[in-house]
Every structure is written in C-alpha cells, then in structure tokens.
C-alpha cells in the first residue's frame, strides 16, 4: 500500500477517537460551546444514556447563519486567532474539533438564532455528510442535537456500557459543569425524566444549595467555606473537615480558571494539607476553584482538556497546600468563615466544626442562667474569654469526667465533650512539631535508665543514627553487641511507657533507612510518638486538670482531629437538649 493522504471524514473519526470516547463527553464539548457563548441557562435532554439522543439548548449569543457550516469544518474556531491568544485563553475550548467529530460519527443537527437575525437557520450532518443550512424556528441561542452516536462506527459502538453506565458518566459530567458555574442555570432530564434543575446561584447561601444538591448534605455540613489571595492566585471554596472523609477521592472537586481539571499537582497539595489529620488509606473530599492569569496555565495538554501545566508549579502547589492546611487548622479564622445556618434540627453528633455559633442561642442562655438562677452557682470559674489565638475556640469550664474518658465542660453554647485522649494525642504532637521545628526535642534523663535488647542490626542503627535520635529528643547509648540502654526521652513523653516507645522510634529508624526519615517523615514519625503518649491518658483528673486541658485545646491548632482523624470534641447545644427535652414546643 502506497502513501496516501486520508479523506477528511475519516481523519474527523480519528480525531473523534479522542475527544468523543463516550456520551459524556459528547456533552462536555457541546456545554462548554454554551458556557463560551455566553449562556446563562442550558437544557440537556437525554435519551437511553446518550447513546440515542444528546440535545443541549442554550440561550447564548449563536452563530451567524453563514458561519454554521465552518462551526462544522475540522480547526475552525472563533475562539482563538493566534499563538498569543492560545498562551493566554480564557474560554474553554479552542481547539475547533469538537463539533467535526461529533459530526463525524453521529447524526447531528445544529440551530441557531443571534440576536439581530429574526430566523434561526439549522445546519445538519449525517455521519460528516453535511446539508444545506434551512430556516428553522428557534429562540437567540442554540441548540444542537445529536443522535446516534457511532452508528456508523461498530467498533467504537461496542465499548458502550450499559446505559445506566453511561449515563452515569454523564452525570457526573455535568455535575462538573455545574459546580464549576453558578452563574448559569442547568436542567438534564433523561429519558423525559427530570434529574437535575438547578437555578442561577448567585450568593453564598444558592451557591450553597448547588454544592449540596451536587455533593450531598452531608458534604456541606462538615464543610468549611474560605477563600484567599495571594500573588495574583485565588483560592477559594469548600474543604470538609477531616472527620468527613470517603474511601475514595470521588469528592474532590478542582477548578482551574472555571474548567474542571483532574490534576496530580492539586491532588497531592490537597493530600499533603490534610497527612497530618486523615488515615493514609481515606480520601478528603473538597471543592476548590483556583484562579490565576491565564498565562501562567498551559491547558493544551490533554485532548479532553482535562489536564494541564502550571508554568510555576511549585508555587501553586504550596499555596493550595499552605492554604487547604491553614483553613483546616482553624476553621474559625478562615477568611469570611462564617457557619452555615443549621439545616437539620436532630443532629446531636454534630461535629464542632460545622455546628453554627448561632447568636440567638445567647439570649436562650441568658434567660437559663441569668443571676441567682441555680445554674449560674454551679460555674464557679470565670467563664473563659476567647482564646489569645483569636481562633474563637471557647470549650467552656470542666464539670466533670465520664468514664475515665471523656471530659464534660459548659460552653456558652451548651455541654462539650471531650476525647481526652484524642485531645491529649493532638495537643502533644502539635508541641512536638513545633519543638522539632525549632531545635529538635527536649530531651529529659530518666532516673532509671532502661536497658533494650535488640537485634544487633538494631542495635547498629542506633548507634549510627544518634544525631538523629537527639534531635528526636532520645539518648540511647550502645551497651553492647544487642543492647542499648535509653538514657534520655523527649520531655513531652516522659510520662509513657519509655520500653514500647523507644522500641517504635528504632524499628521506624530502620524500617525507613534510618535518620533521614526524622527529616523527611518527621510529621509521621512524631505522630507515632504521640501515639503512645496517650496512653497515660486513662485517669483520673482533677478540675484544675481538665481546664487546663481545655484551655490548651483551644491553642492547639488543628485540635478538632486527633492524628488519625477522629474527633476530639463536640457539642450539645442547649437548643439540642431543648429540643431532646421538648422544652418550648
Ligand atoms: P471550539 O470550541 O474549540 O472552538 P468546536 O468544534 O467545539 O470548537 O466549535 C466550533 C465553533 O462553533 C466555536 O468556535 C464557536 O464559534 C461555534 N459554536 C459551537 N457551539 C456553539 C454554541 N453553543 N453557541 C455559539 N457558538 C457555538
Ligand atoms: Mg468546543
């Protein structure tokens, strides 16, 4: 066979291969057609999964009558002109494939009205044999209809899923489109079933309801909203706290200039914020839209454009990182973090983090505590101010403990529980990362020193990783071929059983190749450490203790979550147990 050069309908299937590989995304090229004309409002109809019928009506600017058969030829575009304008775009297409390759692999007709036109015209193409443009009726706008996809092409017919399958996929598609534009209004029906309507959001509270619709309740309930800048990047969205995580990162949503991206970059900047409060094997689930100048984005790195390059990746991914890290460290603080209004009255176990610091319970409390009341006697400590920290954090004043446990304290707001080993957990890794980061760890001797038989591998490692343990705040001296003898802890363990504790930091030391993991994994490695620390958790304390461990619970960043995720504290409103109690029905 000779070189030839191929026919042009079969170069728009190859290149169809691509960008049509399903339904879905059939429907994404033809809603970000809208979205770039403009559209506020747009209507997908769908028939068995998209294989049968695809239509999306839009009330964008549409196209010249004489244009709808370019719209229809291979690398024809309005969307860009020159080199210049593909390294700073700012709609989401450019490529002017789309609609070729539809074309070319279904039946698919295009009508469209702009505004100084009084008739629409229609354009069809039949498996890329095009027809000539007809006057047809229809609103400024434009609709495009396709049917049949691949029926002209089996091969590609039969890696069609089921249509539950497929649509599925086209759920989710647009679901992307959907958070990724509150601005526009979208409705999908299937089958002449209604499945998504959702109207124009334009503030927090619609914008909220979108997110809700789209992620579920849950999601949002433990979700925190913020929003910050820095060097010309925005950040801003939803990140749920850590005790509302999935088993898979199917509730991680990223937006990069309002194309929804699936990117490794963001991915571990949003994995990396979260290490130090999540199990390794669970995923946090968030909704986050990046902005930055165009220019420093490349997104023609991927035919389905879901990819792209940041010019100064590094960059961008420390300040998702620093900024995801810090909104979750104090949820209070974070920029116009206002809570969310209650949405459901039962929910008892709600997690502190997402329960409202409602300021029309003041007066509630006022009127159950009001001086003289018999209440009022039972504080006998000034109820504390807010914390130095200015995190707003106020777990009240200890009233007693429960089940060698849990701590019980009245808030302002109602009863607050505490995990006091998870609190403790928490607090004690914070102090050991900000030790380490300063100097390394105090070290404090022991009285007794403890002898350790170890493998004599062990045993070497030890000796060759001393500055390593120094800094971990260890000193552990060789004793000879298998023993060491533990001279020294860090302080803020001295307490816990020192035999488990040192046998752990040794065998992570040569588990992971010795010092190097203090600096490379120092934030695993102490987290471990804080681990055992917990145990001497289990007594009982005094009150002056269990304020203490408030008041030290409210500097602790990050304090909601001990180091594997679990809460720490929660809260019973006293408009919970007013409702628990039916008081005021
Ligand atoms: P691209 O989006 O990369 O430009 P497409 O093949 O998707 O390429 O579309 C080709 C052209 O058709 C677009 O550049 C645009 O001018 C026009 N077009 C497509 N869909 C619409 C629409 N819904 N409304 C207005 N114009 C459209
Ligand atoms: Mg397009």
Known sequence: MGIRVLPS???????????????????????????????TRIDLEIESGGTRLI????????????????????????????????????????????????????????TSRVEREERAFSFACDGGETMAPKPAA????????????????????????????EFGHLDAVVRNLALARFDVAFTLKHNRRDIV???????????EARVAALCGETFLDHAVWFERELEGMTLAGWVAQPTFSRAQADLQFTFVNGRFVRDKLLRHAIRHAYRDVLYQSRHPACVLFLKLDPKRVDVNAHPAKLEIRFRDARMVHDFVFRTIESVLAHPDTGAGAARRAPTDAGALARQPSSTPRAPDLLPLYQRLHAPGAAA????????????????????????????????????????????????????TYEEMKAELG??????????????????????????????????????????????????????????????????????????????????????????????????RANRRLTKDEMNALLRQMEQTPRIDQCNHGRPTWTRITLDELDRLFLRGR
């Not at 728009?12 to 033809?30: F, T």
């Not at 000193?475 to 020294?488: P, Q, S, Y």
């Open 55 to 110: 239509r999306v009506t839009d009330n964008g600017s549409g196209i010249e009558p004489e244009e709808l058969p370019l719209a229809l030829s291979r690398h024809a575009t309005s969307k860009i002109k020159d080199l210049a304008d593909l390294e700073s775009l700012t709609t989401l297409g450019f490529r002017g494939e789309a609609l070729p390759s539809i074309g070319s692999v279904a039946r698919m007709t295009l």
């Open 197 to 207: 309507s959702l109207p124009k959001a334009a503030d927090r509270a619609e914008r």
């Open 138 to 165: 229809h609103p400024v706008g434009t609709s495009v209809e396709v049917r049949d996809l691949f029926f002209n092409t089996p091969a590609r017919r039969r890696f069609l899923r089921s249509e539950r399958t």
């Open 438 to 535: 300063a100097d390394g760890l105090t070290a404090q001797r022991l009285l007794v020193p403890v002898d350790l038989r170890l493998a004599e591998r062990e045993a070497d490692q030890v000796e060759a990783s001393e500055a390593a343990l120094s800094r971990l705040g260890f000193e552990i001296a060789r004793r000879g071929i298998d023993e060491v003898r533990i001279l020294a802890v860090p302080r803020l363990l001295a307490d816990t059983d020192v035999e488990p504790l040192a046998r752990d930091v040794i065998a992570d030391l040569v588990a992971d190749g010795g010092s190097a993991r203090v600096e490379a994994e120092a934030d695993a490695l102490l987290a471990d450490m804080a681990c055992h620390s917990a145990v």
């Open 376 to 427: 009022a006697a039972a504080v006998a400590e000034p109820v504390p101010t807010r914390a130095p920290d200015g995190s707003g954090l106020d777990l009240g004043v200890a009233l007693a403990q429960l089940g060698g446990i849990y701590v019980l304290a009245e808030a302002d707001q109602g009863l607050v529980i505490v995990d006091m080993h998870a609190a403790h957990e928490r607090i």
């Open 9 to 39: 309908a079969l170069i728009d299937q190859i290149a169809a291969g691509e960008v049509v590989e399903r339904p879905a995304a059939v429907v994404k090229e033809l809603v970000e057609n809208s979205l770039d004309a403009g559209a």
